[in-house]
Every structure is written in structure tokens, then in C-alpha cells.
């Protein structure tokens, strides 16, 4: 049986739509469309960075205005995160820098919080306040240190209390 070419040409057409929608996902999701909020850099530094991520959204009171362009580690020992916002948005010179989570697991980000000084931050400036993430892991753990040492002291409490009633039982 032989299929007919406009058959053809209409599954050849289908298959390369399919792909394109692919590929398009592909670059939507992944971050790299052009343009964007971007054009300003400016750097923050931090103790500890967590999770976060290149890419990773930088917000100003919920709305993207940038992304993650860089991580390195500075001279000190700390994280040197350069982030790439909006080139129009005028940012108060002591404006504070916070690496938060969205939700209970996911993904860290960037959170500025403006201050009131009229000098603004410009092309290569450093963000001077900054809040490190808080790392899950070590928060878990001390929970469990501090849960731990609190049942033994009330374990302790409950077999002097038993020692002292089965002392004043064999008195009697």
C-alpha cells in the first residue's frame, strides 16, 4: 500500500511543529529568552548562600525585577552573588539584600528590600545589608539537639523522682 505525498507532507509538517514546540518550551523554561529586566549590575554579599542559584529571581516586593547572574567566592571566605536588575529601577543606596525560599522546599531567592536614602545604587555597587538563607539542614539538627537534651534532663527528673519514692518506700 503506498501513502499518498500529501499524506506525508502533512505528518512531516506535524513531527516539525512538535519539535518546534519543543524547543521553545525548552528555552522558555530554561531562562534564556533575550531581553528581560536586566542592563544593571549590582553585588551583594553573603555567609551563606544555601541553594541559591544562577538564574534565580531577584525580587522587589514580590515582582521580578532581575536574576542571578553570578556566584563566586570573595577574598573573605563569603559568597560574592552579582545580581542583574532592571537598569530603569532607581535603588536606594541602603537598600537590603535577603536569600529567601519560596514555599517550605523550594527554589531560593533574591529579595531587596528599598531603603529611604536619596543616593541611588548604580552600575557595580554593593549592596552593604544582606541576610544569609537559612539552611534547612542546620535548622533541622538543632531542633533535634535541643529535643534530645530536653528529654534527657526530663528522663533524669523522672528516675530521681522514682529513686527517691522507692528509697522512701524502703524506709517505711
Not at 127 to 155: C, H, M, P, W, Y
Request: proline letters at 3%; aromatic letters at 4%; charged letters at 25%.
Amino acid at each position: 500500500m503506498r501513502e499518498s505525498p500529501r499524506q506525508e507532507l502533512w505528518v512531516g509538517i506535524f513531527v516539525l511543529a512538535g519539535i518546534a514546540a519543543i524547543a521553545y518550551l525548552s528555552i522558555a523554561i530554561g531562562g534564556l529568552r533575550a531581553g528581560g529586566p536586566g542592563g544593571k549590575s549590582i553585588v551583594a554579599t553573603f555567609d551563606e548562600i544555601g541553594g541559591l542559584k544562577p538564574r534565580a529571581r531577584v525580587v522587589v516586593g514580590g515582582v521580578k525585577i532581575g536574576q542571578v547572574q553570578a556566584i563566586a567566592l570573595a577574598k573573605d571566605f563569603r559568597a560574592r552573588v552579582t545580581l542583574d536588575v532592571d537598569k530603569n529601577l532607581a535603588l536606594p543606596s541602603d537598600t537590603s539584600a535577603s536569600i529567601l525560599t519560596s514555599g517550605v522546599l523550594g527554589d531560593q531567592y533574591v529579595a531587596l528590600e528599598p531603603g529611604a536614602e536619596e543616593t541611588t545604587l548604580a552600575q557595580g555597587d554593593e549592596i552593604q545589608f544582606t541576610q544569609s538563607a537559612v539552611v534547612l539542614e542546620r535548622l533541622i539538627g538543632k531542633l533535634i539537639q535541643n529535643l534530645g537534651s530536653g528529654s534527657r534532663k526530663t528522663d533524669d527528673a523522672k528516675d530521681s523522682n522514682r529513686d527517691g519514692a522507692a528509697e522512701g518506700g524502703d524506709s517505711k
